[in-house]
């Protein structure tokens, strides 16, 4: 916000005192002796058990100002101008002392990555004690604390936790110990940096639960920061949208949501995949374009050079602050926000056909009784079981479910990276394959790719992306000298990378040209099959759409088939043709995208698409899965889902596995419940 704003706008009138109060906050970093604006007057309040959301693409502030609310900065960070004040108190000015007290006793960070912020060397009971002990509490009453505490994050066998390293516990329970520790203090200010990004679904939607029931049982101040548009809007009561270190616009979430008037807030909104719509129906839209650099001069309007309805007046003149209604709660950075509902959506149509499998076209894929067992200490671990499939030319297939559900076993088997027990078979384009890769030829090798998550781990940081891709083409292709180098600029195109991109390294690009370089090295040998493991998960809402675009674009192209594995089942349902719901290494359900969007649906699947947190705030009943994912070691008897299903049936879900039954054409799932009730069932509202 501006710093001739009227008082009332980025703050909330009903409190006078709010727990957290950021005014025209000023941040630099130094880079190269160099001073470079990072945010650039930043106004905003959090009122005592209300949570407020920041929004917006990396790099834009969001992260930095939550850092500076605790004057977390690292070294060459800090702050030139404004104020912090929690509780009154101004953090700018606090003593060393004052700022330690003052973390110690009243603020509590919790950040994106819990595997980070606990130490693998101790068990989790020793660190939970230590957050009691440093505030002077003697070690009996702090381990009787520690076990209520992980009680409050409801963590069913704290003793047992407590004895466990972090490794041995799944990403929601280290996130929940991790919330835990945070709230030793009871603080007033609770900040939350992507707390759950990389968690599944019901993962997720149990944490946002948790940091709901705490925030109204301590009336504490809640900062959260997210690029997942739903969950602030499921969570928070108002949201700032930041961009190049300015709030463009702020106000009640659902309002925000519901009706943007900054062309900023629109680009993202019109970046998700909402309303069910599917890649067959037009492609997504995306905000052309990149953010300004770090310490960039922006003297006017600073989403100038990407807004579609920028003037002549936004490339001269600061926009003012304009309020929206006439409650006081709602702003906009913009010179023209009655012409928002004039922003064109793009309507691109993607020709995609798939071809079905025939006895003609055997498809692409095909697996058929796969199973694969580990062996850990004289114990055999069954992590895939009897899995069949089959992928046509040309067709996404999505495999969703909870971590440790066996989706990224069933990927490293496709591949051959984990050979397959003896007795099944991987076909490629009917023809058996070798279960290892060390045992496929060459052609079998190229058929066959993957993209994984994390570019920065899946690249070369000491190479050029040139480099990157012309080996790949080599090893590939055996294509050699010039003609390699005429293949890296032809794969550059196609993935939008310009020449300038080529020469730089990857340290040297953002996530989404990262992550176009890794889709580039996978195309290198026009692959058959690419797999694709979580590889938007970590992006903004606007990169991702420019990713899931070009994907979508390459298969239309070239009539590649993806194996798709996400935790976003919006993704998933916009660019699947199919989708396989997996637990405990067995497909519970699959069938055509629109069949399992629709229902009817095995409870599994139920549990997980009421899990999916709305943009539009559209109202689900939500249906909780009680403990975690079973140890495949010692699998339940029976449906292996029966000790968690809210729909289980007594005396015969414990003792039979049900068999893999068609419901409808091409959907099918295992449970004991027929059709026609499960379809009844689940019209009902679940208690």
């Not at 970093?29 to 106004?43: F, K």
């Not at 058929?447 to 899946?458: C, K, L, R, T, V």
Request: glycine residues 8%; proline residues 7%; negative net charge.
């Amino acid at each position: 916000m501006s710093k001739n704003a009227p008082t009332t706008l980025g703050s909330n009138p009903t409190k006078l005192q709010p727990a957290l109060s950021v005014e025209d906050l000023e941040v630099v970093y130094t880079v190269r002796g160099v001073d470079r604006a990072v945010l650039r007057g930043v106004s905003f309040s959090v009122a005592p058990g209300e949570a407020y959301g920041l929004v917006g693409e990396s790099g834009c502030g969001k992260s930095t100002t939550a850092y500076a609310a605790l004057r977390y900065l690292p070294s060459n960070g800090k702050i030139v101008g404004g104020h912090v004040r929690v509780g009154g108190r101004d953090l700018t000015e606090m003593t060393d002392d004052e700022l330690q007290q003052f973390r110690a006793h009243e603020a509590s960070m919790v950040y994106q990555d819990p595997s980070q912020a606990l130490n693998p060397t101790l068990r989790v009971g020793k660190q939970i004690i230590e957050s009691f002990t440093l505030l002077g509490h003697d070690n009996a009453t702090a381990a009787t604390m520690a076990v209520e505490a992980l009680k409050k994050v409801r963590i069913a066998d704290p003793t047992r936790v407590m004895d466990r390293y972090p490794f041995q516990l799944s990403g929601g329970m280290q996130q929940r110990v991790v919330i835990a520790m945070a709230l030793a203090c009871n603080p007033t200010l609770l900040v939350l940096d992507e707390p759950t990004t990389g968690l599944d679904a019901t993962v997720e939607a149990e944490v946002l639960d948790l940091v709901r029931v705490l925030r109204q049982e301590s009336d504490a101040a809640v900062l959260l920061i997210a690029h997942n548009l739903g969950i602030i809007r499921g969570l928070c009561d108002r949201v700032g949208v930041m961009y190049a270190g300015r709030i463009v616009e702020e106000g009640p979430s659902a309002q925000v949501f519901d009706d943007p008037r900054h062309p900023y807030t629109v680009g993202l909104l019109r970046s998700l995949p909402r309303h069910g719509v599917r890649k067959t129906e037009r492609a997504l839209a995306t905000i052309p374009g990149i953010l300004p650099l770090i310490g960039s001069d922006l003297p006017t309007c600073v989403y100038v050079d990407r807004c579609p309805i920028a003037t002549d007046l936004c490339r001269t003149t600061m926009p003012p602050v304009v309020p929206v209604g006439n409650k006081g709660d709602r702003f906009t950075l913009c010179h023209h926000p009655d012409q928002i509902a004039a922003i064109e959506e793009p309507a691109v149509s993607v020709n995609i056909s798939v071809l079905a499998p025939s006895d003609e076209n055997p498809g692409v894929l095909e697996l058929s009784h796969v199973s694969k067992t580990f062996k850990q200490r004289n114990l055999s671990i069954p992590a895939l079981v009897d899995v069949e499939l089959d992928l046509a030319v040309g067709e996404t297939l999505g495999i969703v479910g909870e971590s440790g559900s066996g989706k990224s076993t069933l990927a490293k088997a496709i591949l051959g990276i984990e050979a397959a027990d003896s007795g099944g078979s991987v076909s490629l384009d009917g023809r058996v394959v070798m279960a290892s890769t060390v045992g496929r030829t060459a052609d079998d090798k190229r058929s066959m790719q993957m993209i994984f998550q994390n570019p920065d781990s899946a690249l070369n940081r000491s190479w050029s992306v040139r480099h990157i891709l012309t080996r790949s083409v080599e090893k590939l292709t055996n294509i050699k000298g010039d003609a390699a180098n005429q293949r890296v600029e032809q794969l550059a195109e196609h993935l939008r990378l310009t020449p300038r991109h080529l020469d730089l390294k990857p340290r040297q690009l953002s996530g989404g040209l990262k992550q176009r370089v890794a889709i580039a090295r996978a195309f290198a040998g026009d692959p058959r099959i690419v797999v694709c493991d979580e590889p938007t998960s970590a992006l903004d809402v606007s990169v991702q759409a420019a990713i899931l675009n070009l994907l979508a674009d390459l298969q239309t192209e070239q009539k590649t088939s993806y194996v798709f594995i996400t935790h976003d089942m919006g993704v998933v349902r916009y660019l699947a043709d199919r989708i396989a719901v997996m637990y405990l290494g067995r497909i519970q359900e699959i069938g055509p995208t629109d069949d399992v969007f629709n229902g009817p649906n095995h409870p599994y699947t139920e549990a997980l698409l009421s899990a999916i947190p709305s943009v539009d705030g559209e109202i689900v009943t939500r249906i909780r899965l009680e403990g975690e994912i079973p140890s495949p070691a010692n699998p339940p008897s029976g449906c292996v889902f029966h000790p968690r299903c809210p729909r289980v049936i007594p005396g015969v879900c414990e003792v039979t596995e049900p068999p893999l039954r068609e419901v409808s054409p091409g959907h099918a799932m295992r449970c004991h419940i027929p059709v026609a009730e499960l379809i009844e069932l689940q019209r009902k509202p679940s208690k």
